[in-house]
């Protein structure tokens, strides 16, 4: 295709009292309209490769496609590596007689593009029959072959909700997926410092396998090449009770170089939170500076898996000692028990984030309060992030003392987001506190309310917030009624 600059070219040659008309209307324009359409061409043309790099960061492939046949120079520009480094494919499992599978689509993608690949995450619709699962495994078996083949660098990857214990997959393609992945740490690329397997839901022996894979990775090329993140949130099936295999914490233990850890509750035990803390020298102080510091530990606790084991105390100060610069964030799904909520939530953890959903259909026999009151002011120091959703459970019990009092006492608190049945001067109440606690930068209110109310609520939330028209320009706050049927 002719160069942009060459037709220019031939535009100007034409001379300045040239008419010009439009190609589709026949309409012709002005020697100004002309002169206009010009300059939109040559500012084009003269932007800088990084800027245009940047504008075509944003394009879908089809228009990256069309864009690249526009001229020499913006084709130059597409095939720079920095517009393929990052990538994420979404593995619906439908087939369709009109387009592309997305199979297809992902491989060809890794075949022409994957060496400039850094960046791969795969989201996976869990199949329901064999057939899927059979696709499934082989696109993926697939996929992980050409990464090997082109050696894409690969730094980070990313492969999500493969939920391999489900029925419709056999041991034997079971066996043959966590076979590809192992397959891949030990052929394909050397620079992987960042792994996310979360909802993957192995059994313990193929996930134990996996795990041991990573460490041979790392031990292979550490110190040129380290892992540092790890997420293994539902990595293991939730019937299997993780935190009593040994063989857990041994390989954890032995990824020196970690800073950003994610499991699932139903793998923490005093002997991890041990192990963890040995990797930093037996309890010897060390801080973000020296590098390899356990910085994040995110565990997630749902109700349907293993939440009740014993954890001491102890254990979880003598991690936050050795590791000072350590953040703990909680995440609970469902788990509406006063009594596991407290076992959980010792005083010594280092909650720097709190997160909870609970049931949406109330639950009589619990009551949030003893949470508010109790167990969350333990974190009055360290508590940044807030994200309650009560849901129904509140209902006919009233939690806005309560709640602004946790508000008022936790000195650090950033981000807060609540979603229960709370009344409209509450809100006041929290905007009014983010004037004078000057931590306190975004607040997230979700008012529950039945139906019939709904309406009158609103307008009561709307009048009161009339009177906030000037809020910080800092603060990020929005607040809604939420009907309930």
């Known amino acids: 295709m002719e160069n942009l600059e060459e037709s220019i070219g031939e535009e100007e040659n034409y001379g300045i009292d040239q008419e010009c008309s439009d190609p589709e209307t026949g309409e012709y324009f002005t020697d100004d309209s002309c002169d206009c359409i010009l300059d939109r ?20 492939d089809r228009d990256r496609k069309t864009a690249a046949l526009v001229c020499r120079q913006w084709h130059n520009v597409m095939r720079s590596p920095s517009l393929w480094r990052h990538r994420r494919f979404h593995f619906s499992g439908r087939i369709s007689k009109f387009r592309k599978s997305d199979y297809s689509s ?78 891949f740490l030990q052929r394909g690329s050397s620079k992987l410092n960042s792994i996310c397997l979360s909802g993957m839901r192995n059994c313990i022996h193929q996930g134990l396998e996996l795990l041991s894979a990573l460490l ?55 002997e991890l939170l041990m192990a963890l803390q040995q990797r930093h020298g037996g309890g010897r102080r060390k801080s973000s500076r020296d590098g390899n510091t356990l910085q994040t530990f995110l565990l997630h606790c749902c109700l349907k898996e ?42 010594e953890i280092p909650l720097s984030e709190y997160c909870m959903s609970a049931f949406y259909s109330p639950n009589e026999d619990w009551s949030p309060k003893p949470l508010l009151s109790d167990i969350l002011p333990q974190y009055r120091h360290t508590l940044q992030h807030l994200n309650l959703d009560f849901g129904a459970n509140n209902f006919g019990e009233s939690l806005d003392e309560e709640l602004l009092e946790l508000v008022k006492v936790c000195e650090r608190l950033v981000k807060l ?29 979700r008012i529950c309310s039945f139906n019939e109310a709904a309406g009158e609520e609103e307008e009561a939330l709307e009048e009161m917030l009339s009177s906030y028209l000037h809020l910080p320009p800092d603060l990020c706050f929005s607040a809604i009624i939420y009907p309930f049927e």
């Open 41 to 60: 061409k040559i500012m084009w043309l003269s932007l800088p490769r990084l800027c245009l790099e940047r504008v075509f960061s944003f394009l879908p």
């Open 106 to 183: 992902t491989i060809a993608y890794v075949s022409h593009l994957g060496a400039y690949l850094e960046r791969l995450e795969v989201t996976v619709c869990p199949p329901r029959k064999t057939q899927a699962a059979l696709r499934l495994k082989g696109a993926i078996t697939q996929l992980f072959s050409e990464l090997i083949r082109v050696r894409a660098p690969l730094r980070s990857l990313v492969v999500m909700n493969l939920e391999l214990d489900r029925s419709a997959w056999t041991s034997s393609l079971r066996a043959s997926v966590v076979g590809c992945l192992i397959s």
């Open 216 to 270: 041979h990775y790392e031990t292979r090329f550490y110190p040129r090449c380290y892992i540092s993140s790890l997420d293994l949130e539902a990595f293991f099936s939730g019937s299997v009770n993780v935190y009593l295999n040994s063989s857990v914490p041994d390989n954890l233990s032995q990824l020196q170089c970690l800073t950003d850890l994610r499991l699932s509750y139903s793998c923490l035990s005093d």
């Open 306 to 347: 293993p939440h009740q084991q014993l954890i001491c105390g102890s254990s979880w100060a003598t991690l936050a000692s050795s590791c000072p610069d350590l953040k703990v964030k909680i995440s609970v799904n469902q788990v509406v028990n006063n009594d596991r909520l407290a076992r959980m939530l010792l005083p």
């Open 417 to 445: 987001s609540i979603c229960a049945f709370l009344e409209i001067r509450t809100v006041a109440r929290l905007l009014d506190m983010s004037l004078t606690q000057s931590s306190l930068k975004e607040i997230h209110v």
